[in-house]
T-cell receptor, first 112, second 112 residues
């Protein structure tokens, strides 16, 4: 079973601080996706990383895919209250025909 | 494109009643997924369709749950009879190519 564990589970920080959240697995994934879910809404895709070692930037968000394609991280610089939400990683399941498995999620609160 | 459209946004029903949730995927997307989200279990995949054909319904919790996709632009998830433990947020998502899902805003179901 391909499982994705995310850490930390909860994070509460002050506006302006930096943070990193992690997505780890014992399995190799062909790609990983990151989503952000705001209260009352569905998850929204932020980025997909495909190549081992790949780094992608989205404004203040930096995503990295591990060299062995078993883990990924999301770093947020100078967090803002608008970054508050549930961050989910997801990876395709082998032979799953576009089916993905979602991580356990990191709930981030940025306090003004 | 208006995105994935789900209805209703909120549903409150009495135990034993039939509940039908509806989803319109993004035009051109060939895969559709139904998820359930709770605090305790996170996002759980219930069933998914590819080209309107159910591919994997192993996540459907019981025979009380059924899903249909009569055409490429419409799907339903039905619970009959509903029970309080079915209370959750139900999401529909669609994708083309599997490199990222587009989620609807969800239906918050409360069974009393």
């Amino acid at each position: 079973t391909q499982l994705l564990e995310q850490s930390p589970q909860f994070l509460s920080i002050q506006e302006g601080e930096n943070l990193t959240v992690y997505c780890n697995s014992s399995s190799v994934f062909s790609s990983l996706q990151w989503y952000r879910q705001e209260p009352g809404e569905g998850p929204v895709l932020l980025v997909t990383v495909v190549t081992g070692g790949e780094v992608k930037k989205l404004k203040r968000l930096t995503f990295q895919f591990g060299d062995a394609r078993k883990d990924s991280s999301l770093h947020i610089t100078a967090a803002q209250p608008g970054d508050t939400g549930l961050y989910l990683c997801a990876g395709p399941i082998s032979g799953g025909y576009q089916k993905v498995t979602f991580g356990t999620g990191t709930k981030l609160q940025v306090i003004p | 494109d208006a995105g994935v459209i789900q209805s209703p946004r909120h549903e409150v029903t009495e135990m034993g009643q039939e509940v039908t949730l509806r989803c319109k995927p993004i035009s051109g997307h060939n895969s559709l997924f139904w998820y359930r989200q709770t605090m305790m279990r996170g996002l759980e995949l219930l069933i998914y369709f590819n080209n309107n054909v159910p591919i994997d319904d192993s996540g459907m919790p019981e025979d009380r749950f059924s899903a249909k996709m009569p055409n490429a632009s419409f799907s339903t998830l039905k619970i009959q009879p509903s029970e309080p433990r079915d209370s959750a947020v139900y999401f529909c998502a669609s994708t083309q190519g599997g490199f990222g899902y587009t989620f609807g805003s969800g239906t918050r179901l409360t069974v009393v």
